[in-house]
């Protein structure tokens, strides 16, 4: 295709586009509104909700910009009386059979029918028949419910599975107003893709199962971050308030997952939520678990333990679920501190790491094993994991510390591996999530050291193809969880100043309390700072 740009005036802008683009791209990549239903970047052009009405200089009729090419020198507008008279009846027209159900609808606060209504509509109805009655609470599948009362037949799901997931679950079937969404005969919407067409349905007609009636979207918080599920690494937000995160969704990368994510990512804020994390710093000894302790506490506690030890006495096991900041500051401890190369990396997902579904999803469950992967060959490390059994085995190993990783949903060999752990004469397990089979493990010493998770924290992973991809914290769960960078540091003996914030978001009355000689005062900034074995 020719370099040459096409000039056009859009609402009196003067834009230059690539050959090719259509007036409603062109108009959304230039930050224009317009309203529209069934057009979505990811998918074919339908032109079936004709809303995206445009006016152009020389033709008489309105035209729709979905599927009308930007050419040379063309004049649009979509702001004219004659272009809101056009979108105020074709709104008309969608809503002759919508329920009047936002109340209890799940869409509501985030819903295009009631965004587009407030903009271009503001209407007296005059439709005086009852509404077409259809069916409503329809299981689809295992992940996706539809309202078909609330749905306006845009198609973008069943473009979706003809066209992204290829699995053509879905179709319209009956005419006229009796027209409906469902399945075929002998289907169900069940595959890895199914709940990008909640996303994407613009009204409150294709709802999650997981999500449906938990949250009103206008409690909810959003940001920015990157899925731990697999090596893809794909551009997600998460959604949170005060009683924890609700769920995930794609965001737009055009170099990475496109507009969509996999069903299994949706899953990745579950093992944040406090139900499921380690809150604080325990110890093992003499048969039971003693009392709880800070974090900072615990760890430099197990600083104590490394320095009493050989170099070659000392392991670190490390998987490919932290950061690129952690892995250099983990490793500058163990290499430069402590002197061992012991460092092993725990993968139970290497044999099946090349495996692709030809879409988003890949074998490696872990966002940044390339990461770690430069890491371990940056400090000279080539290590086998049968030679970290066999020390165990023999005792040659006495302190192990371990970074456990926090997607356990991806990590089936958690109880197998707690019990290989537990033949350390010390093991030191720094872990974000309740470790499975830790409790029941058989253990000589140990100490548990809460971790942050991904949402808690800025890093880098690196996916699959070796981008770079920066994510920002997104907000605080559990208070006194350390990042593995400050965990390096504390286990490496030294001091550590540590400026906390108190956040609301995410902390309950719990979090209050502090047994480790410091109140944690949320309405102002307080610095923790850890001495050898104290705060």
Same mark, same amino acid.
């Given at each position: 295709?020719?370099?040459?740009?096409?000039?056009?005036?859009?609402?009196?802008?003067?834009?230059?586009?690539?050959?090719?683009?259509?007036?409603?791209?062109?108009?959304?990549?230039?930050?224009?509104? %317009?309203? +529209?239903?069934?057009?979505? $970047?990811?998918?074919?052009? =339908? *032109?079936? @909700?004709? /809303?995206?009405?445009?006016?152009? &200089?020389?033709?008489?009729?309105?035209?729709?910009?979905?599927?009308?090419?930007?050419?040379?020198?063309?004049?649009?507008?979509?702001?004219?009386?004659?272009?809101?008279?056009?979108?105020?009846?074709?709104?008309?027209?969608?809503? %002759?059979? +919508?329920?009047?159900?936002? $109340?209890?609808?799940?869409? =509501? *606060?985030? @819903?295009? /029918?009631?965004?587009?209504?407030? &903009?271009?509509?503001?209407?007296?109805?005059?439709?005086?028949?009852?509404?077409?009655?259809?069916?409503?609470?329809?299981?689809?599948?295992?992940?996706?419910?539809?309202?078909?009362?609330?749905?306006?037949?845009?198609?973008?799901?069943?473009?979706?599975?003809?066209?992204?997931?290829?699995?053509?679950?879905? *179709?319209?079937?009956?005419?006229?107003?009796?027209?409906?969404?469902?399945?075929?005969?002998?289907?169900?919407?069940?595959?890895?893709?199914?709940?990008?067409?909640?996303?994407?349905?613009?009204?409150?007609?294709?709802?999650?199962?997981?999500?449906?009636?938990?949250?009103?979207?206008?409690?909810?918080?959003?940001?920015?971050?990157?899925?731990?599920?697999?090596?893809? *690494?794909?551009?997600?937000?998460?959604?949170?308030?005060?009683?924890?995160?609700?769920?995930?969704?794609?965001?737009?990368?055009?170099?990475?997952?496109?507009?969509?994510?996999?069903?299994?990512?949706?899953?990745?804020?579950?093992?944040?939520?406090?139900?499921?994390?380690?809150?604080?710093?325990?110890?093992?000894?003499?048969?039971?678990?003693?009392?709880?302790?800070?974090?900072?506490?615990?760890?430099?506690?197990?600083?104590?333990?490394?320095?009493?030890?050989?170099?070659?006495?000392?392991?670190?096991?490390?998987?490919?679920?932290?950061?690129?900041?952690?892995?250099?500051?983990?490793?500058?401890?163990?290499?430069?501190?402590?002197?061992?190369?012991?460092?092993?990396?725990?993968?139970?997902?290497?044999?099946?790491?090349?495996?692709?579904?030809?879409?988003?999803?890949?074998?490696?469950?872990?966002?940044?094993?390339?990461?770690?992967?430069?890491?371990?060959?940056?400090?000279?490390?080539?290590?086998?994991?049968?030679?970290?059994?066999?020390?165990?085995?023999?005792?040659?190993?006495?302190?192990?510390?371990?970074?456990?990783?926090?997607?356990?949903?991806?990590?089936?060999?958690?109880?197998?591996?707690?019990?290989?752990?537990?033949?350390?004469?010390?093991?030191?397990?720094?872990?974000?999530?309740?470790?499975?089979?830790?409790?029941?493990?058989?253990?000589?010493?140990?100490?548990?050291?809460?971790?942050?998770?991904?949402?808690?924290?800025?890093?880098?992973?690196?996916?699959?193809?070796?981008?770079?991809?920066?994510?920002?914290?997104?907000?605080?769960?559990?208070?006194?969880?350390?990042?593995?960078?400050?965990?390096?540091?504390?286990?490496?003996?030294?001091?550590?100043?540590?400026?906390?914030?108190?956040?609301?978001?995410?902390?309950?009355?719990?979090?209050?309390?502090?047994?480790?000689?410091?109140?944690?005062?949320?309405?102002?900034?307080?610095?923790?700072?850890?001495?050898?074995?104290?705060?």
């Amino acid at each position: 295709m020719s370099d040459t740009k096409v000039k056009c005036t859009i609402n009196g802008t003067e834009l230059e586009v690539k050959p090719g683009t259509t007036i409603i791209q062109a108009m959304t990549e230039n930050s224009q509104r %317009i309203a +529209h239903y069934c057009w979505h $970047p990811g998918l074919s052009i =339908a *032109g079936v @909700c004709r /809303l995206c009405m445009v006016e152009i &200089e020389g033709n008489p009729r309105v035209q729709i910009a979905c599927n009308t090419v930007v050419t040379e020198g063309m004049k649009i507008n979509n702001t004219s009386e004659k272009v809101k008279d056009a979108v105020k009846w074709g709104l008309d027209f969608h809503l %002759i059979n +919508h329920p009047l159900d936002c $109340p209890i609808c799940d869409q =509501a *606060g985030e @819903c295009g /029918l009631q965004d587009q209504y407030m &903009e271009y509509g503001k209407y007296t109805p005059e439709m005086a028949e009852a509404k077409q009655k259809k069916h409503k609470v329809v299981d689809l599948g295992p992940t996706v419910v539809l309202d078909s009362e609330r749905c306006i037949l845009c198609s973008r799901c069943v473009r979706f599975t003809d066209e992204v997931s290829k699995t053509n679950e879905l *179709g319209i079937f009956n005419r006229g107003d009796h027209a409906e969404i469902g399945t075929h005969d002998g289907k169900k919407l069940d595959n890895k893709y199914s709940l990008n067409t909640v996303d994407i349905c613009p009204v409150g007609a294709l709802t999650s199962k997981d999500f449906r009636f938990k949250q009103r979207v206008w409690y909810l918080k959003d940001s920015d971050t990157v899925c731990n599920g697999c090596s893809t *690494g794909c551009n997600v937000k998460v959604y949170f308030n005060k009683e924890g995160l609700f769920r995930v969704k794609p965001k737009t990368n055009q170099n990475v997952n496109g507009h969509w994510m996999c069903d299994e990512g949706r899953d990745i804020y579950k093992f944040v939520n406090r139900e499921h994390r380690q809150l604080k710093g325990r110890k093992y000894g003499a048969g039971s678990w003693h009392e709880e302790a800070h974090a900072g506490t615990a760890a430099k506690d197990a600083a104590m333990f490394l320095k009493g030890a050989k170099a070659d006495e000392i392991a670190l096991v490390l998987t490919g679920q932290n950061t690129n900041e952690e892995y250099e500051a983990l490793l500058n401890t163990f290499v430069n501190n402590y002197k061992t190369k012991n460092v092993y990396h725990w993968w139970p997902h290497e044999a099946q790491a090349e495996q692709f579904d030809g879409l988003l999803l890949r074998g490696d469950k872990n966002p940044n094993t390339a990461g770690l992967k430069q890491a371990l060959a940056k400090f000279g490390i080539n290590t086998k994991w049968a030679d970290l059994e066999s020390g165990l085995k023999s005792g040659k190993i006495k302190q192990l510390v371990v970074i456990a990783p926090e997607n356990i949903f991806q990590y089936k060999d958690m109880d197998q591996k707690a019990a290989l752990f537990g033949q350390a004469e010390h093991l030191i397990l720094a872990t974000s999530v309740k470790f499975p089979g830790i409790e029941t493990a058989s253990l000589k010493t140990a100490t548990l050291i809460p971790l942050k998770s991904y949402i808690e924290k800025d890093g880098t992973f690196v996916n699959y193809k070796g981008d770079v991809q920066k994510f920002k914290k997104a907000t605080t769960v559990v208070s006194e969880a350390l990042t593995g960078v400050e965990l390096a540091h504390l286990l490496a003996g030294q001091s550590l100043k540590i400026e906390t914030v108190a956040t609301p978001d995410l902390l309950t009355a719990e979090s209050n309390t502090r047994k480790d000689q410091v109140t944690l005062d949320h309405r102002k900034k307080n610095e923790f700072v850890f001495n050898r074995g104290r705060l």
